[in-house]
């Protein structure tokens, strides 16, 4: 039987950083040292104003061809998830597909999810794989949600930051390695992270609150709202439901996990989350300090850095857990 394996993980950072120097400039009630308390985050790398996300997406997709050894002639299929696309239409993956050359006729897609995206794409690239559609998928996650951001919001401007990263999917006739996927949504929260003005539809009509006047701000051109406390409650509810339904659809405890890698929202919510799960310090995998919240990209960023690190290596059984705008999660374990 196919099976479907992560075979390899890069990620690209955009080169201009906005530090919390930078930040405790521009907002003095908060110092450098309450922001990093705060977030875990010391730096986070912002899309030039002429950078978009199939930039950042192509640059991802040609490292990871880079250190993996793979190239573009290999890809069958091509998944693109991302919030901040370059156009309503044509699609981004469109886009990317011809940046990279990727071979005339394969399948090639976006989906737009958020922070749970990770998740999502995996299962999608499973499911391609595991019924012979296609044998290596490139899956890539890319937000430039600084864009969004309002200059004078503070709340969002520490947190969020810009990036990609670029998975290859493929199949092997041995164990399966991506199981258990766990999928939730609860579109009643739809307005705790929203973007007021980035459709075709008047946002504010979903979350009053969402508009920047109601906030005290300077309209600008998008003006990105996030409801932190909704989404903290809602992390808090679905996550440890979610862990529990994983292990057992995979049909294992929670001491066989060698490696927990959830989304880097900030670094308070994920020790609050650490606790509340009863895991290890060691065993739960944290790498925002350099990258802020990159949105459906972190969970790839931080399973490069933990290999990078050494603090994951080959055989190991891995959970990764997404959760937010939606409000959406996802989870699902692999043995890497």
């Known amino acids: 039987m196919v099976n479907a394996y992560v075979k390899a993980v890069s990620y690209f950072l955009p080169e201009t950083e906005l530090t919390n120097d930078d930040l405790s400039k521009a907002f003095p009630e908060w110092s450098v040292e309450k922001i990093g308390a705060k977030t875990g985050i010391q730096t986070r790398h912002i899309a030039g104003e002429d950078t978009f996300s199939s930039d950042l997406a192509a640059a991802a997709a040609e490292r990871v061809f880079s250190e993996s050894g793979v190239g573009p002639d290999d890809i069958d299929f091509l998944i693109v998830c991302t919030q901040s696309a370059d156009y309503y239409m044509p699609i981004t ?15 090639a897609t976006d989906f737009n999810l958020g922070c ?3 998740i999502y794409g995996l299962g999608l690239a499973k499911g391609l794989i595991e019924t012979s559609i296609a044998t290596q998928v ?10 969004y951001l309002n200059e004078e919001d503070k709340s969002v401007r520490t947190i969020f930051g810009d990036g990609a990263a670029a998975t ?9 390695r991506i199981q258990a996927p766990v999928y939730g949504t609860d579109g009643s929260g739809a307005g705790s992270l929203i973007v007021p003005r980035g459709g075709l539809g008047d946002g504010t009509k979903i ?14 051109r998008y003006d990105l709202y996030m409801d932190g406390p909704a989404i903290f409650n809602f992390t808090l509810d679905v996550v440890p439901p979610t862990v529990t339904e994983v292990l057992a659809r995979s049909n294992e405890r929670l001491e066989d996990i060698d490696l927990f890698v959830f989304h880097q929202a900030n670094a308070f919510m994920l020790g609050h989350l650490r606790k509340k799960l009863g895991i290890d310090e ?4 944290i790498s925002m300090e350099n990258s802020g919240n990159t949105v459906s990209s ?4 931080a399973l490069a850095e933990a290999e990078r690190a050494g603090a994951l290596t080959r055989g190991m059984r891995v959970m990764l857990l997404g959760f937010g705008v939606g409000l959406s999660w996802g989870g699902l374990t692999l043995t890497w």
Request: net charge positive; no cysteine; charged share 20%.
């Open 116 to 118: 749970s995206g990770y």
């Open 93 to 107: 993956a469109g886009i990317v597909h011809r940046k990279l050359g990727l071979r005339y006729g394969i399948g």
């Open 282 to 285: 060691e065993k739960f995998f």
């Open 298 to 301: 972190t969970i790839p960023i």
């Open 168 to 176: 290859i999917i493929a199949a092997t006739n041995g164990e399966q």
């Open 138 to 147: 490139l899956l890539i996650t890319v937000d430039t949600y600084t864009k």
């Open 207 to 220: 979350e009053p609150k969402s508009a920047p006047e109601a906030r005290s701000l300077t309209p600008s």
